[in-house]
Every structure is written in C-alpha cells, then in structure tokens.
C-alpha cells in the first residue's frame, strides 16, 4: 500500500483513462499526499529571485485560474517501480512563491494522479493563472535522490490535462531558444518564445511549446508521444548546452 493516504475521487477505473478525443471530466484522480517531512513552501514578496533552469513542465490548461487541489501529474509514458521517488516542485513567475515535495510511488498507482499540495498560502495561489503558476515533476530510482543528474520527467497540469500539447517553461535568461521532441525515427517540432519584460522578478521568463499527439495504444510511430524533449538554446553565434527531458522509460 501507499505510505502516504491516498484517496479516490472518481469512479473510473485506473489505467483506462486520458485517451485524446474522449471526454476526461471523469479522469481517475488517486491524491498522494507528500512524504512525511519533505513539503517546504516559501512565500516572500521582496524576495530576489533567479530562478532555475527548469521552471515547469506541463501540458496545456483550459482553466482561467490554478486549482491548487487540482495539480494533476501523469505517469502515461512512464513505468513506475516500487519505491521510486516524485519530485514535485512549484514556482510562481514573479518569484514570490516556490514550493517543493516527495511523493513516493509504488507499482499500479495509474495514469494520473493528484498531489496533495497541503499550502497555507491556497487563497493567494489561486489568483495565479495557469501560465504564472507552474510545476514540474520527476522520478528517481529507489537508490537515488531528488538531486540526481539523470531523471524522467512527468508532465503536470491543473486539473484535467489539455494533453495533445506540452508546454515548458524556462529560465533561459532570454536567449535564442527552440524545442524538439525526439521520436524513434523523427524530429518533431515546436516553438519557444520569450515572455514580455516585467518590473516583477521573474522565476522564468521563456515558454516552449509543443504538440504531443498523445494517442491509444497502437499509434503509428507519427502520432505517438516523444521520448524525450530537447530545448536548443543559442547566445548570439554560441550554441549552449541543450536542456534534456526524458519522457519514457523504465
């Protein structure tokens, strides 16, 4: 069973949901709260903020405002093992809020599931819209920590998923940058652009996005989900090092 309670909040059945095309306001929704002790939010409105690289990772929203009991991370491309840890982090735009936690994950937990997002700050945070409000998510192996260099990524998104698009969002410090989506035989893709200037400090300031085609099972090698996410960045004539997310895999 899960170390962390867990909670059903629909009445269909795990695994046989988020197909594209078909309804998902009955998506299976399994909460898993965080590990104990690992939920750290911060909340400062002077704060002088960089931001990491990798500010979020998510599919696309169709709602106006975040639910903050609603944050959604899908495991479609992944296989998850017993033990396996979630790294969860969230962070707002203009810096003034971040949060991160663990979840530990064991076989069979679904497709989609909820993480419990236990904040003090809930009615401030669902003020923020979808693009200002973002988070992303890994997995490690049983052996190995948040830290860790090599990770696969899951997508997150608030409330059901939008998942024929996936969007990242950067701290790319403005620079000249694209995105690909890595198949087994072909490129896919997509388009970066960088986000209007602000007084506001900025967590990230560069949104990529690009077309997932999420399909059933038996998809065609052209219709189904990249592998991995590749971001290419160039700084004038200098080619930076590319920014890697693993989708898939065991």
């Given at each position: 069973?899960f170390r962390?309670?867990t909670?059903?909040?629909?009445s269909?059945?795990?695994?046989?949901?988020l197909?594209?095309?078909?309804s998902?306001?009955?998506?299976?929704?399994?909460v898993?709260?965080?590990?104990?002790n690992?939920?750290v939010?911060?909340y400062?409105?002077?704060v002088?903020v960089a931001?990491?690289?990798r500010a979020?990772?998510?599919?696309?929203?169709?709602?106006?405002n975040?639910?903050i009991d609603d944050?959604?991370?899908?495991?479609?491309l992944?296989?998850?093992?017993n033990?396996?840890?979630?790294?969860?982090r969230?962070?707002?735009?203009n810096?003034?809020f971040?949060?991160t936690?663990?979840?530990?994950?064991?076989?069979?937990?679904?497709?989609q599931?909820?993480t419990?997002?236990?904040?003090?700050?809930k009615?401030i945070l669902e003020?923020?819209?979808?693009?200002k409000?973002v988070?992303?998510a890994?997995?490690v192996a049983?052996?190995?920590?948040?830290?860790?260099?090599?990770?696969?990524?899951?997508?997150?998104?608030?409330?059901d998923?939008?998942n024929?698009?996936?969007?990242?969002?950067l701290n790319?410090?403005?620079t000249?940058?694209?995105?690909?989506?890595?198949?087994?035989?072909?490129?896919q893709r997509?388009k970066?652009r960088?986000l209007?200037s602000?007084?506001?400090?900025?967590?990230?300031?560069t949104?990529?996005?690009?077309p997932m085609?999420?399909?059933?099972?038996?998809a065609t090698?052209?219709?189904k989900?990249?592998?991995?996410?590749?971001v290419i960045?160039n700084?004038?004539s200098?080619?930076?090092k590319r920014i890697?997310?693993l989708?898939?895999?065991s």
């Open positions: 069973m962390q309670t909670q059903i909040f629909t269909c059945i795990l695994g046989f949901c197909f594209v095309g078909d998902q306001a009955d998506s299976p929704a399994v898993l709260k965080p590990d104990t690992t939920f939010e911060k400062d409105e002077t002088d931001g990491q690289l979020g990772l998510m599919y696309g929203s169709t709602v106006e975040v639910d944050l959604r991370m899908d495991l479609k992944q296989t998850v093992i033990g396996e840890t979630a790294c969860i969230v962070a707002s735009r810096g003034v971040s949060a936690w663990e979840i530990t994950l064991e076989t069979g937990v679904g497709e599931v909820i419990g997002f236990p904040t003090q700050y009615k003020k923020f819209t979808p693009d409000l988070a992303i890994s997995v049983p052996d190995q920590n948040c830290t860790a260099e090599r990770v696969r990524y899951l997508p997150t998104s608030w409330g998923p939008d024929e698009t996936i969007v990242a969002y790319a410090d403005s000249d940058a694209r995105i690909a989506g890595k198949k087994d035989k072909e490129t997509g970066c960088i209007p602000s007084d506001e400090n900025t967590a990230f300031d949104i990529c996005t690009l085609n999420l399909t059933n099972s038996g090698s052209s219709t989900p990249p592998i991995e996410l590749v960045r700084n004038f200098t080619v930076m890697r997310y989708l898939s895999g």
